[in-house]
Nanobody, 116 residues
């Protein structure tokens, strides 16, 4: 079983930046594509970004393309999300998971709140 713990969220003004981290325990995640997802109040959880096992291939949701960057450090069993030029509509709880996600791996997430 894998435990995923997200951190790095907080309150930031529009236009600011945050860097989220996701650290896995229980087993290595280096053999899995990893992803970031988010869920805003009253909305369905949505895909944000994903990264291949080696880190060379990434893809992003249309709403974050050009502003967010996903990366990973397999030696640290961790995945990161650099978020720049944040917008109010980026406010959500952010989660990491394998991609496609495994329902058993969802963690508590980390809250990101962007103020205007």
């Amino acid at each position: 079983q894998v435990q995923l713990v997200e951190s790095g969220g907080g309150l930031v003004q529009a236009g600011g930046s945050l860097r989220l981290s996701c650290t896995a325990s229980g087993r290595t995640v280096s053999s899995w594509t990893m992803g970031w997802f988010r869920q805003a109040p009253g909305k369905e959880r949505e895909f944000v970004a994903r990264i291949s096992t080696g880190g060379s291939i990434t893809s992003y949701g249309d709403s974050v393309k050009g502003r967010f960057t996903i990366s990973r450090d397999n030696a640290k069993n961790s995945v990161y999300l650099q978020m720049n030029s944040l917008k109010v509509e980026d406010t959500a709880v952010y989660y990491c998971n394998i991609h496609p996600p495994n329902v058993a791996f969802w963690g508590q997430g980390t809250q990101v709140t962007v103020s205007s």
